[in-house]
C-alpha cells in the first residue's frame, strides 16, 4: 500500500473511526480558518490596516445604524481587548477613516463611527474573499443546508462556553418560529418578516434579530433541534380512571326474609312423635 494511501475503514473498529471523527473535523474547519485569516490579513496590509483595523471598519460598515458603537461593543463583538482596540481606533482616526464623539443623548457615552472617507474605504472591502465563496459555490443546496445547521450549533455551543460574544441568529431570535410549517422545503417562519423560512434561509447574523427572553430561546432552541413542532397537538387528554364500584347496598330485609333467615340460624328441633 502507498504510504500516504489512507487505511480502510474496515482496518479499524467503528470505534475508533468514531473517536477520530471530531479531530478531523477539527483540523479540517483549522485549515479553513487558515485561509480565511490569511485572506483578511492580505487585503488588511493591502489597504494599509493592520487586520485588527480592518475588522473595526468592517464591523461599523456592518452594524452602523447612524449614532455608531461604543468601544465596549466594538470590543465585545470583536473579542478583543479594550488595549488592543484603543490602539486600533487611535490608528483610523489618525488615517481619517474613523472619529469619535459623544452621544447626543447622553455625553457620557462615547461613539465611533464611519468618516466619509471610512465609508468608502469599507465599501470597497466589503464582502467576503472570491476564493472562499468559490468553494462553497462547490456544495450542493442539501450540503448547504447541512452546514448551515452545523454551523449554527457549533456557534450557539461555542456562544454557551464565552467563546463568541454575540451571534445574530434566526434560532435566538424571538421572531423566529422552528418547524411551523408542514412543509419539508420552507419548514420554519420569521414572524418579522411573516414568511416561511428554508433551513438555507436561516441568517447567522441579521441586523433585525432580536433575543429571545431566557425561558423562551432555550424552548425555541429545543424545537429547532428537535424538530417538534413549534405548537404540537395537544395529546389526547388520559382516560379518567374508572370509578371504584359502590359496594353493594344490602339487601332491604322483608319480615319474612328475616323470618327466614333465623329459621337457618336456629333450625327448629323436630317435634318427637
Ligand atoms: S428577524 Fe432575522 S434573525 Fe429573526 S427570525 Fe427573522 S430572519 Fe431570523
Redesign the pocket.
Known amino acids: 500500500m502507498h504510504p500516504s494511501t489512507p487505511s480502510q475503514p474496515d482496518d479499524q473498529p467503528a470505534d475508533t473511526l468514531a473517536d477520530e471523527l471530531p479531530s478531523k473535523l477539527a483540523s479540517g474547519l483549522a485549515k479553513v480558518g487558515l485561509v480565511m485569516r490569511h485572506q483578511a490579513w492580505k487585503a488588511a496590509d493591502h489597504a494599509g490596516l493592520s487586520p485588527t483595523q480592518a475588522q473595526v471598519l468592517a464591523l461599523l460598515h456592518a452594524r452602523t445604524t447612524g449614532d455608531g458603537l461604543t468601544m465596549s461593543q466594538i470590543a465585545a463583538e470583536l473579542a478583543i481587548t479594550p488595549a488592543t482596540l484603543s490602539d486600533s481606533v487611535a490608528a483610523l482616526e489618525r488615517k481619517g477613516l474613523a472619529s469619535r464623539a459623544r452621544d447626543q443623548r447622553d455625553a457620557r457615552i462615547v461613539r465611533l463611527s464611519l468618516t466619509p472617507e471610512g465609508a468608502r474605504h469599507a465599501r470597497q472591502n466589503a464582502g467576503w474573499p472570491d476564493v472562499l465563496l468559490a468553494a462553497i459555490d462547490t456544495l450542493s443546496d442539501d450540503e448547504r443546508a447541512v452546514f448551515i445547521r452545523a454551523l449554527i450549533k457549533m456557534i450557539h455551543s461555542l456562544q454557551a462556553a464565552g467563546q463568541v460574544p454575540t451571534a ?3 434560532p435566538t ?4 418560529r422552528p418547524n411551523a410549517h408542514d412543509s419539508p422545503e420552507r419548514p420554519h417562519h ?4 411573516d414568511a416561511p ?1 428554508a433551513e438555507l434561509d ?2 447567522l447574523d ?1 441586523p ?3 433575543p429571545a427572553p431566557a425561558p423562551e430561546a432555550q424552548r425555541t432552541w429545543q424545537l429547532f433541534v428537535h424538530g417538534a413542532p413549534l405548537t404540537p397537538r395537544r395529546p389526547a387528554k388520559p382516560a379518567k380512571p374508572a370509578k371504584p364500584a359502590k359496594p353493594a347496598k344490602p339487601a332491604k330485609t322483608t319480615k319474612s326474609a328475616a323470618a327466614r333467615a333465623r329459621r337457618v340460624r336456629s333450625p327448629q328441633p323436630r317435634k318427637e312423635s
Not at 173 to 176: D, S, V
Not at 190 to 193: E, F, K, Q, R
Open positions: 445574530r441568529m434566526c431570535c424571538t421572531y423566529f420569521c414572524a418579522y418578516v423560512l436561516l441568517r441579521c433585525e434579530h432580536t
